[in-house]
């Protein structure tokens, strides 16, 4: 089975930024920002990791690690 995990709260750390600067920079709601953070929910919109992407300068590989069967990221 394959597992995505994101790094969102990472980056957030690496780059000593907060949920509100992040929302307020992108004009993505605290609330969508919220529940990356703490992992939940099923799915993130094209828009939204583009936005990320560009915030903090990385692309989507950075934001999303792809985990294949046994623990071996890809």
Not at 1 to 23: C, P, Q
Not at 50 to 68: M, S
């Amino acid at each position: 089975m394959t597992k995505v995990k994101n790094r969102f709260a990472i980056l957030l750390a690496e780059h000593r930024a907060k949920i509100s600067d992040v929302s307020r920079a992108t004009g993505i709601s605290r609330a969508t920002l919220t529940n990356l953070y703490y992992g939940k929910g099923e799915a993130i919109s094209y828009n939204v990791l583009g936005r990320l992407c560009q915030y903090f300068g990385c692309t989507a590989n950075d934001l999303l690690e792809v985990h294949q069967e046994g623990g071996t990221r890809t």
